[in-house]
């Protein structure tokens, strides 16, 4: 395993994390038993970051993670969030002090743990003012409850109005070949900063798994199948929507082709560029079964060489694959 230093965190993390938003219910139908012998196949590989949400099922995912470390909670770093999924709130979300103190109780009751390491914003609440947010933080931290604090999916003069009321440890953003919005502003700002980045979406929400062909259908109870609407998110429809799916599945195909230069497969391919980013401390993965977390471990231990990072660009260029989707992470 490979291990990266988290910002100015005092943890280090591998390079490689679980990420737990699939068992939360919103990715169609995952077999529980084959989720925990995939974390104890993460556990035993080295893998120590393992990151949920409140909102991943509203509990469903943290519980579901407590069930599965069992006894080996002290092995990781677990990282959690809150702020949306509110159902009664505007826009879903809720920051205010209230919800951060609530929520933290929650969390720790439903991971059946003293402590979480990491505690996110899950996505800004505009209607609480930040103040409130950072104290509410910094009292968690205080009490012992969250070792450090963060944000997640925030504008840059977001991150900057937090860090005047109390240091940023910790950031996650999207990031993977087809959404590289964060390398303007973010990626930059957090290497000065030293601020822990967390990269989700690293095999870009499965279309970089390889198994998607043109035609088929997810599951009704899988956000995907949504053609990359998903409220006012604009993470997914330079993705997913009708017009872009194909020309990427098209060069996805292309992709395939340089990764087995490497004797690679495609996942372990695009995670290895996902991680090449030396800015990024973790790169969130999903494992619904073991054999994943053994197939993207080959993504460790190599580089991908100048002229192939190049050529990736090209390729997508060349199916007029959006890198850039227009506009912020919502609308």
Not at 45 to 50: A, D, E, R, V
Not at 84 to 109: C, H, T, W
Not at 217 to 229: L, N, P, V
């Amino acid at each position: 395993m490979e291990y990266r230093q988290f910002g100015k965190t005092d943890l280090k993390v591998s390079a490689i994390g679980f990420g737990c938003w699939e068992i939360g219910g919103t990715y169609g139908r995952i077999e529980e038993g084959q989720f925990q012998r995939a974390v104890a196949q993460a556990l035993d590989s080295g893998i120590t970051c393992f990151d949920t949400a409140e909102a991943y099922g509203m509990g469903v995912s943290e519980e579901a993670l407590a069930r599965a470390l069992g006894s080996r909670r002290r092995e990781v770093a677990i990282v959690t969030k809150f702020g949306v999924g509110y159902e009664e709130m505007p826009n879903r979300r809720d920051s205010s002090r209230q919800r951060v103190l609530a929520s933290i109780e929650k969390s720790l009751q439903r991971l059946r743990t003293d402590h979480v390491d990491v505690y996110l914003v899950h996505w800004p609440d505009p209607t609480t003012p930040l103040a409130e947010t950072m104290q509410a933080l910094d009292d968690i931290v205080r009490q012992g409850k969250a070792r450090y604090i963060g944000v997640s999916n925030f504008r840059l003069a977001q991150i900057e109005a937090c860090m005047r009321l109390r240091p940023i440890d910790v950031v996650q953003y999207g990031w993977n070949m087809f959404d590289r919005r964060m390398q303007g502003e973010i990626f930059p700002y957090c290497a000065v900063q030293r601020i822990g980045v967390m990269a989700y979406g690293s095999l870009a929400y499965g279309m970089l798994s390889g198994s998607f062909h043109a035609g088929m259908s997810f599951e009704e109870s899988d956000w995907r199948s949504k053609g990359g609407m998903l409220g006012n998110l604009n993470l997914f429809r330079t993705l997913f929507g009708p017009e872009h799916f194909p020309r990427n599945l098209r060069a996805v195909e292309e992709l395939k082709r340089l990764a087995a230069k490497y004797d690679k497969t495609l996942p372990q391919f695009a995670l290895r560029w996902t991680l090449s980013n030396p800015a990024v401390g973790t790169a969130l993965v999903g494992f619904r079964e073991p054999s994943e977390v053994a197939e993207n471990l080959g993504a460790l231990g190599w580089s991908i060489s100048g002229a192939d990072m190049a050529e990736i660009d090209a390729i997508l260029a060349q199916h007029g694959c959006v890198t850039v989707p227009p506009g912020w992470l919502e609308d």
